[in-house]
């Protein structure tokens, strides 16, 4: 599975992005899909992942009520929707595909269950 994420930009404190992540391969609905972050000198941090059908959720306690994950198994495409976004959410993004199976909150949570990653997007939120 080969991952393109799309979406990030500059954006003022309380405004919202979308990103998105395009993914190749006839497999993509078979894989939980997850977004991270991180900041330069800074741990990559989990931000949210979506189970392989889309039934199931989890998010960080930072992005929670702010941020939506969702796919289109369809169109073999995962979305982060950020709203009320603050300079802390600065960061690259990226999306994976894994996260271990069967689903698994204590898994999906972590970068290593993951096995195949997009390269970021920049999204740098404005005081």
């Known amino acids: 599975v080969q991952l393109q994420a799309s979406g990030g930009g500059l954006v003022q404190a309380g405004g919202s992005l979308r990103l998105s992540c395009a993914a190749s391969?006839?497999?993509?609905?078979?894989?939980?899909m997850g977004w991270f972050r991180q900041v330069p000198g800074k741990e990559r941090e989990f931000v949210a992942a979506?189970?392989?059908?889309?039934?199931?959720?989890d998010y960080a306690d930072s992005v929670k009520g702010r941020f939506t994950i969702s796919r289109d198994n369809a169109k073999n495409t995962v979305y982060l929707q950020m709203n009320s976004l603050k300079p802390d959410d600065t960061a690259v993004y990226s999306c994976?595909?894994?996260?271990?199976?069967?689903?698994?909150?204590?898994?999906?949570?972590?970068?290593?269950?993951?096995?195949?990653w997009g390269q970021g997007t920049q999204v740098t939120v404005s005081s």
């Open positions: 994976a595909a894994g996260g271990g199976s069967p689903w698994s909150e204590a898994r999906a949570r972590r970068d290593y269950y993951y096995d195949y």
């Open positions: 391969g006839r497999t993509f609905s078979s894989y939980n």
């Open positions: 979506i189970g392989w059908s889309g039934d199931r959720t």
